[in-house]
């Protein structure tokens, strides 16, 4: 039987995989492929969802509520804030809105694996500046890589899935570099665990506002625990959140997410306790693993970045054989979620093994 004849896809969709999750955890296992927050949710934000808009009706459109908290608690004007079905619909959004046929989006290599789709669904070119040697973003070399076909760059940091930070003066320096017209993303969905001192954090900074090119990115996902809701937000200004809103399929945030959203605001003080246990086991699995003799970068998230080469796709499938998940990326090292207690023991017993 010859194939059926199929509509035609533009060469660059087809050339591109479409994304694919981590693997998912048996019951037995643990599940540390996606950088997920490993406590139940709160009582009370669990509750937050029996309060919704009734499912016979569209959620508001704008998410008015949660905007106007958030504009509350950073102090700008809602307008200047942009929720959305998780921080990867801005992402796309925001490029969607600048970067079209012959036009380019710098990011760094290795950094989150949606970047690399976003410009090419776009239509546009992606640029990729390799990590420096310490896995780190290399601000020099992505100032340089700006031409006049740049439209946007994404800077992510704490990066994943390797984990330093950009600092406040290194970006400073950089957004010196960068065109005012070309559009800067700063995504921080990490920025709960960030311990550094000296690291950007594009809000206590107001960065947006010295540089209205800059547009910073934070998720509910993380240290909020609520990925499965799909909820993230922009701040920046507010004609550039104007097109990203026009770029997003409009009603995608339910009135569950939003809900939630603001019940995790009203939990904050309990909820970042909570970070604060993963930062502690951040630590402890990143100086055991360095005991060991792993050459761990500093990470400033709740995961950590095993850089294993050559040898990656066994070292992962020794994880997985003690149902421990991980994220491996072929040929060049592993992301670790920071997980339950007994899984960082875990993760510890197994990589001793592994040297
Ligand atoms: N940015 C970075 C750097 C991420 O790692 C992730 C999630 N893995 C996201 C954005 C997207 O998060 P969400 O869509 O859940 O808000």
Redesign the pocket.
């Known amino acids: 039987m010859t194939d059926p004849i199929l509509p035609r896809i533009r060469p660059a969709i087809a050339a591109l995989a479409p994304y694919r999750q981590g693997k998912q955890a048996g019951p037995d296992a643990y599940k540390l492929s996606?950088?997920e927050n490993p406590f139940e949710p709160l009582p009370s934000v669990a509750a937050a969802l029996q309060h919704t808009t009734p499912i016979n009706r569209y959620p508001d459109a704008t998410a008015g509520r949660l905007r106007a908290r958030l504009g509350a608690r950073y102090a700008v004007e809602p307008d200047q804030v942009h929720v959305a079905a998780?921080?990867?619909?801005i992402?796309h959004q925001l490029i969607l809105a600048t970067a079209s046929v012959g036009d380019e989006v710098v990011y760094a290599w290795r950094s989150?694996e949606?970047y690399p789709s976003l410009p090419l669904v776009a239509g546009a070119t992606g640029v990729q500046v390799p990590l420096t040697a310490d896995a780190r973003h290399d601000l020099d070399a992505m100032a340089d890589a700006v031409t006049e076909r740049t439209r946007a760059v994404i800077l992510?940091t704490p990066n994943?899935p390797t984990g330093p930070i950009i600092t406040s003066d290194e970006f400073a320096t950089f957004v010196e570099r960068v065109p005012t017209d070309v559009l800067i993303i700063l995504?921080e969905?990490?920025a709960e665990f960030v311990t550094a001192p000296g690291a950007v954090d594009g809000l206590a900074e107001r960065v947006f506002e010295r540089h209205p090119n800059v547009v910073v990115?934070r998720?509910f996902?993380k240290a909020y625990g609520l990925?499965g809701l799909?909820i993230?937000y922009a701040i920046g200004n507010e004609k550039v959140l104007d097109a990203a809103r026009t770029t997003g399929i409009p009603l995608s945030v339910t009135s569950a997410a939003e809900n939630a959203a603001i019940a995790s605001l009203d939990a904050e003080a309990e909820l970042l306790e909570r970070v604060a246990v993963i930062v502690e086991r951040r630590t402890r699995l990143v100086q055991g693993l360095r005991a060991q003799g792993w050459d761990v970068p500093d990470s400033q998230a709740n995961f950590i970045w095993l850089p294993t080469g050559e040898r990656t796709d066994d070292v992962a499938a020794a994880f997985v054989a003690a149902d421990l998940i991980v994220r491996p990326f072929s040929g060049d090292g592993i992301r670790i979620s920071v997980g339950e207690e007994a899984a960082v023991d875990r993760v510890l017993e197994v990589a001793s093994t592994l040297r």
């Open positions: 996606s950088n998780g921080s990867v619909s992402l989150f949606a992510c994943n995504d969905a990490y990115l998720t996902s990925a799909r993230g």
